[in-house]
């Protein structure tokens, strides 16, 4: 790995194949779907943590950004009307205060260095999201997945459920759905490998506590 350059960088590419990113971004079409009802379509979205962008490039947002400490990602990857931000994620000085509707986090605070790291993002985030803006994370629920958890080099913290909910609400978050177990871990794993499927699958929960091993929380910001 050239020096200066993130890890990160040469891991994803390894990681999956242009064929499985492919896949994954026709399976993200209905999951885009289940997670617009809580998308503000005529507000502004930040994508934290976007990797290839199968969100950003996907939901219906009047306007969309996208933050990746890899800026080839970000590069390669995010649609032209899709404003790129390279960054870490831990601050967002490039944001002011209450100008975001909706922020979504997939797969991203187990890449972060620390615990305070984490909890600094999410009070920026709590800085940048209008009252009554919503947080919404889909996150590896370590309850659920510690077997296999630690097979990918990139994953530094765990999290349940309960742990990122606490530290939601200490940030001053208003939790208003948990999702325990959502989507399976990975999309190596047995996750339905089609589009209809997956619309099949998020339409019924009961598959969810038999597949699920990362959860869904959204929370909001309050508005007083």
């Known amino acids: 790995m050239p020096m200066g350059r993130p890890i990160e960088t040469d891991i994803y590419r390894l990681r999956f194949s242009p064929e499985e990113l492919r896949a994954q971004r026709e399976l993200w079409q209905p999951i885009c779907r289940f997670l617009q009802n809580y998308v503000a379509c005529d507000g502004v979205t930040l994508d934290l943590g976007a990797g ?3 969100f950003i490039n996907q939901i219906e947002s009047r306007r969309k950004l996208a933050l990746d400490l890899n800026e080839e990602n970000l590069a390669r990857y995010a649609a032209p009307e899709v404003e790129k ?3 870490d994620g831990t601050g967002l000085p490039q944001l002011a205060d209450a100008s975001v509707d909706t922020i979504f986090a997939s797969n ?3 890449h972060f260095r620390s615990r305070e790291d984490v909890a600094h993002s999410l009070s920026e985030a709590l800085r940048v999201l209008r009252p009554g803006g ?3 994370i889909l996150q590896p629920n370590f309850a659920y997945c510690a077997k296999h958890y630690f097979d990918f080099f990139d994953h530094r913290l765990i999290f349940t459920d309960r742990s990122m909910a606490e530290i939601l609400e ?3 978050f208003a939790i208003e759905w948990i999702v325990p177990k959502f989507l399976p871990f990975t999309t190596k794993s047995r996750i339905p490998q089609s589009p209809w ?3 099949l699958y998020l339409k019924t929960p009961l598959m ?3 597949l699920g091993a990362q ?3 959204i929370a909001r910001k309050p508005t007083a």
């Open 52 to 54: 290839p962008c199968h």
């Open 85 to 87: 931000i390279v960054a």
């Open 108 to 110: 991203v605070y187990e």
């Open 134 to 136: 919503r947080m919404i």
């Open 170 to 172: 200490i940030s001053r």
């Open 197 to 199: 499927l997956v619309a």
């Open 208 to 210: 969810w506590r038999i």
């Open 215 to 217: 959860m869904l929380i």
